[in-house]
């Protein structure tokens, strides 16, 4: 159980982190980045979390 909660702060740190440097470009708005990501955006990011922690992030359910 600590090891998830670890593992889950280390996961949500590497969203925030992308987040903050996504705005930080100026090239995207605070709705493009915290709102519902474009596919684009959001394989960015994911790439980012594997990168900063080595595990793939849990995909969301696709809303039909």
Do not use: H, N
Not at 5 to 20: F, I, N, Q, T
Not at 40 to 61: C, I, M
């Amino acid at each position: 159980m600590l090891q998830e909660v670890v593992e889950s702060g280390e996961m949500s740190k590497a969203r925030d982190d992308w987040s903050l440097m996504m705005l930080g470009t100026g090239k995207y708005t605070s709705r493009q980045i915290y709102g519902p990501l474009t596919p684009e955006l959001q394989k960015q990011r994911d790439d980012y979390v594997f990168q900063k922690t080595g595990r793939k992030p849990p995909q969301a359910p696709v809303s039909r």
